[in-house]
């Protein structure tokens, strides 16, 4: 029984560059979330999907954060321009629906972004 | 504005005594609430979710809700110094398939 993972774990780069983080959710779940976490502050929501579809986002998800779920399987979260204030990170989470049945949400390890 | 709020501590307890954990919400909306466990640079990891007023047990955890109070508990009976960790309190509107708004965590201290 695999976990969420992500990848990379960790990424630095520059001011203005664009990033990609990719996370594999529980095999059978059918939710996936995004949350983003600065030091000593909880997690912050950003968006989730049900299969591949994008069903809520945060108002923290500006226009230079876009997220996919092609094929509601793996997800990938995209920052276009890097600013510092990106630093942070990048939590995915996933968990089961059916009908009006629902699980807890289960993290992978972060991936942790580090714009310079 | 949903909000939850915790005492970010750190809260210190002697080995083998009860560690007690608070958090308040504001969004009466709120009907599920969860606590993760997070160690210094990982990422949390669910420890319980109550949904119902009352009590619920899980080994040393108990979990304690009053949505009248908007206030939930989580108690460590036995702590041990693996428990020294961030307890981040989190809520959700529905059944914890939105988006979980967390509080900002309480930094257990669990002295040997």
């Known amino acids: 029984d695999t976990g969420v993972s992500q990848d990379p774990r960790h990424k630095i780069t520059k001011r203005g560059q664009n990033v990609t983080f990719r996370c594999d959710p529980i095999?059978?779940?059918?939710?996936l979330y995004w949350y983003r976490q600065t030091l000593g502050q909880g997690p912050e929501f950003l968006t989730y999907?049900?299969?591949?579809?994008?069903?809520?986002k945060s108002r923290l998800l500006s226009d230079r954060f876009s997220a996919e779920r092609p094929k509601g399987s793996f997800s990938t979260l995209e920052i276009q321009r890097t600013e510092q204030g990106d630093s942070a990170m990048y939590l995915c989470?996933?968990?089961?629906?059916?009908?009006?049945?629902?699980?807890?949400?289960?993290f992978g390890p972060g991936t942790r972004l580090t714009v310079l | 504005q949903k909000e939850v709020e915790q005492n970010s501590g750190p809260l210190s307890v002697p080995e083998g005594a009860i560690a007690s954990l608070n958090c308040t919400y504001s969004?009466?909306?709120?009907?599920?609430f969860f606590w993760y466990r997070q160690y210094s640079g990982k990422s949390p990891e669910l420890i319980m979710s109550i949904y119902s007023n009352g009590d619920k047990e899980d080994g040393r955890f108990t979990a304690q809700l009053n949505k009248a109070s908007q206030y939930v508990s989580l108690l460590i009976r036995d702590s041990q110094p693996s428990d020294s960790a961030t307890y981040l309190c989190a809520a959700s509107p529905g059944g914890g398939a939105d988006g979980l708004t967390f509080g900002k965590g309480t930094h257990l201290i669990i002295q040997p």
């Open positions: 989470a996933s968990s089961f629906s059916s009908g009006y049945v629902f699980y807890e949400q289960f």
């Open positions: 095999s059978e779940h059918n939710r």
């Open positions: 969004d009466r909306v709120s009907q599920s």
């Open positions: 999907f049900q299969n591949e579809a994008q069903l809520e």
